[in-house]
Each structure stands twice: as structure tokens, then as C-alpha cells.
């Protein structure tokens, strides 16, 4: 068999054609997948935790070290979840991230530490103001930085296959059996995390129109005690935190699997067309994974700032999070809207004609 040169990274995937930049993050295995997967999950429950902890934490009473050392402790668990969450990113890239987080989890300590301990402590208030104005642009901040760190890092998928050309028609045959298994993987993981971005944006909707359900009615229902029960329930963010949380999660995994997808071996060409063209679907080939990267990017951030802000309601404390209502609309119309168009991008990725070559030429 003539020597063929050796291809690039990505030249047996349905990328061949991308130049990978130099800064790209490493490639990620299912082992790396599924460490990422659930050092975002402790992120999330730790953050939240941390977060709302500093909201009920007293201050200038009995107890209230007991809650500043949880914060701190959850604080420390959150940072080191996200350092995890990032270690697929390149050396100089993965570096700034990590001072990003330490200074970020340092300063939100520092900020419940002064703000519940402000008498004891003789805080001045110019430091204290100034203290608390960088712990509320770092809290809208970082989950857009931990957004695109994950979006970055889970769409860089190991190669499925080898050097076509370099196979014999024996291994040709493996190849296209391992190629047919793993993209019956994509599919499945496509589908269910699908499925929970429609359930999770499902409940979003739900909870909204039950909410202004009352502004519709009659007017002299409108002012009635059960309008106003429905209207004012606090636990109706309980399940928009739930919600939040999982569609963020399987906002990742939904990527993921367009990853996948899109790193199986280029289908046998139609007659008439290049490989490089769409093999059906509702967007173009190549604009699918960009695509699922932004909504991805949108859906995790949008769901970090809902799942905090629903969190603080839920416990009876409106505006004590970095945004306010404010954010809790950005975060839940930016939840429910990416989740909805990911998932729709992602059945299309997953479900779009595949054919699987045994020939090798």
C-alpha cells in the first residue's frame, strides 16, 4: 500500500476541513466527560449553597461563625470543582482560569466574611461598599467565564477513528461497526438530554403562565386570596432552580453528543455533492457544533443566574443575589430559550441520515 501522509488531528472526522488553533483545548475522552460532568454538578450545588448561605447567614448574633465557616468551606469546594471543570483547557489558557477562580471564590469569601461580621469588625463603609461592588460585577461574571469553559472544552472530542487508508479490509470492517456503535451513543445521549432541555424548559413555561395566570383573569378575580397566593408563591422557584440545574447539565451533555456526531468518519458522498456538504437536517453541517457552542454558552449561564436568583426567592430573599429580578428574567428567558433551540439542534445533529462506509478504497 502507497504511504499516505499522516492526517491531521481532526482529519478523519466530519471536521477534516477545520484548522484546529493552537490554543484549542485538548481533546476529552468518556473518562474526562464524566469527571467534568460531575465536578459541574458539585459546582453548582456548592455555589448555590455558598451563595445562599451568605444571604440567611445572621449577623452580630450567636451562630454566625457556624454559617461563615460553611461558606467558606462550600466556597472552597466550588473553586475547586471549577478548576476541575477547566483542566482540559491549554497550559497559558487553563493558568488564567485558575487565578480567574481563586480570585474570584477569594473575593466572594471576603465579602460574606465582611458583610455578616461589618459590626463586629468595625468595617469601614467606603471598603465595605467598594468590596461589595466587585463581589456583585465578579458574581455576574464568572458563570459566563465557567459557561464558556465548559462549552469550550466538552466540544473538543477525542478522534472516533483512524487513518481510513491505513486500514485492512478486516479492520475496515471494525471500524465501521465501532463508527455504527458510537453513533448509535450520539444519538441516545442526544435524545435524552434533548428530552430533559424540553422537560426543564417545559416547567420554566409552566411556572410563568401559572404566575400571570391571575393578571388575565377578571378583574375582580384578579384581587381575589387565591389570585394572589398563586401569584406571590415563593415555592414556585423551587422547581425553576431544579429546572435550572438540570437543563444546565444537560445543556452540556446535549453538546457533547453534537461533538460526537459531528466527529464520526464524512458519510460515502451523494453522487453530484462534496462530503463536506449537509447529509440532511435543518441547518448546514458545519454550522451545527457552532451553533450548539453558543447555545450551550447561553443555556449555562442563563441557567447558573436562574437557578441562583430562584434559589434566593425560594428562601425568601429577592433581591439578595448580584442582579436581582432583573437577572432572574435575563436568566430565565436566556434558560428557556437556549434550552429549547439546543435541543432542537441537537435531535437534528443526532437524527440527521447517516451512511457508514465498509469500503476502503
Known amino acids: 500500500m502507497t504511504d499516505q501522509p499522516t492526517p491531521a488531528a481532526n482529519e478523519t472526522t466530519g471536521a477534516a476541513h477545520e484548522v484546529v488553533p493552537p490554543t484549542a483545548p485538548m481533546p476529552m475522552g468518556s473518562t474526562g466527560m464524566s469527571i467534568t460532568i460531575v465536578a ?64 474570584y471564590f477569594v473575593l466572594a469569601g471576603l465579602g460574606s466574611i465582611f458583610t455578616a ?9 467606603p471598603f465595605l461598599l ?16 465557567i459557561a464558556q469553559v465548559l462549552a469550550v472544552t466538552v466540544s473538543r472530542v477525542t478522534p472516533a477513528a483512524a487513518d481510513a487508508d491505513a486500514a485492512e479490509d478486516a479492520e475496515a470492517d471494525a471500524d465501521s461497526s465501532a463508527v455504527a456503535a458510537l453513533d448509535a451513543r450520539a444519538r441516545r445521549h442526544g435524545k435524552t438530554a434533548a428530552t430533559f432541555l424540553f422537560i426543564a ?27 394572589m397566593t398563586v401569584a406571590l408563591w415563593s415555592w414556585f422557584d423551587v422547581p425553576n432552580a431544579i429546572a435550572a440545574a438540570v437543563g444546565s447539565v444537560a445543556a452540556v451533555f446535549a453538546l457533547r453528543a453534537v461533538a460526537e456526531s459531528r466527529d464520526l468518519p464524512i458519510p460515502d458522498p451523494v453522487v453530484g455533492h462534496s462530503p463536506t456538504e449537509s447529509t440532511g437536517g435543518l441547518w448546514p453541517e458545519q454550522a451545527r457544533p457552532k451553533l450548539a457552542h453558543a447555545l450551550t454558552f447561553l443555556t449555562v449561564a442563563g441557567g447558573l443566574y436562574f437557578c441562583l436568583t430562584s434559589t434566593s426567592l425560594a428562601i425568601g430573599f429577592a433581591c439578595g443575589t448580584a442582579g436581582g429580578y432583573p437577572a432572574w428574567a435575563l436568566g430565565m428567558f436566556l434558560f428557556t430559550l437556549g434550552a429549547i433551540v439546543l435541543a432542537i439542534v441537537t435531535l437534528d445533529a443526532v437524527t440527521r441520515p447517516r451512511r457508514i462506509s465498509t469500503a476502503r478504497s
Do not use: C, H, M
Not at 444571604?55 to 467558606?72: F, H, K, M, R, S
Not at 461580621?117 to 463603609?125: C, F, G, I, K, R
Not at 401559572?210 to 378575580?221: E, F, G, M, Q, Y
Open 40 to 103: 459541574f454538578v458539585v459546582f453548582i450545588a456548592t455555589w448555590i449553597g455558598a451563595k445562599t448561605a451568605a444571604l440567611t447567614a445572621p449577623t452580630g448574633v450567636d451562630g454566625a461563625g457556624d454559617i461563615e465557616l460553611l461558606q467558606l468551606v462550600l466556597f472552597i469546594i466550588a473553586g475547586a470543582a471549577a478548576v476541575v471543570v477547566g483542566r482540559q483547557l491549554r497550559s497559558i489558557p487553563r493558568s488564567v482560569f485558575i487565578v480567574i477562580t481563586v480570585f
Open 117 to 125: 461580621s461589618s459590626d463586629n469588625l468595625q468595617v469601614d463603609a
Open 130 to 145: 467598594v468590596l461589595s461592588a466587585l463581589v456583585f460585577i465578579a458574581d455576574l461574571a464568572y458563570p459566563l467565564i
Open 201 to 227: 424548559a417545559g416547567i420554566t413555561v409552566l411556572d410563568w403562565l401559572a404566575r400571570t395566570l391571575p393578571l388575565v383573569l377578571p378583574p375582580d378575580w384578579q384581587t381575589s386570596d387565591w389570585a
